[in-house]
């Protein structure tokens, strides 16, 4: 049974930084493409950043140069470093896995397999 479990969220203030934390169980955690994304109440549910197999990474426009995603394949982890965090990015972060061996890209169709969510808040 895969299993994704979040943690590090919280609330800070605008400028701060948080780094997100996703324990992965049950897969073959380096074999996948792997992400973040993000729900702000009221809103839907939007892409942050992925992370292929190999290393390579894409991040939306309101992250970049902010974020930072990034995996450690001996610790089964996928981390999300967030700088310079702004209000806007308030929101409960869902880390994510494709549940097949499908090209990386930030498109929430391809993920089949979801943590619980981390509520981040930045406030100003």
């Known amino acids: 049974q895969v299993r994704l479990v979040e943690s590090g969220g919280g609330s800070v203030q605008s400028g701060g930084s948080l780094r997100l934390s996703c324990a992965a169980s049950?897969?073959?955690?380096?074999?996948?493409?792997m992400g973040w994304f993000r729900q702000a109440a009221g809103k839907e549910r939007e892409g942050v950043a992925i992370?292929?197999?190999?290393?390579?990474?894409t991040y939306v426009d309101p992250v970049k140069g902010r974020f930072t995603i990034s995996r450690d394949n001996a610790k089964n982890t996928l981390y999300l470093q967030m700088n310079s965090l702004k209000p806007e990015d308030t929101a409960t972060y869902y880390c994510t896995t494709r549940r097949d061996f499908g090209d990386c890209f930030i498109r929430e169709a391809d993920f089949g397999f979801w943590g619980q969510g981390t509520q981040v808040t930045v406030s100003s």
């Open positions: 049950g897969i073959t955690y380096s074999a996948y493409c």
């Open positions: 992370i292929d197999i190999k290393g390579l990474t």
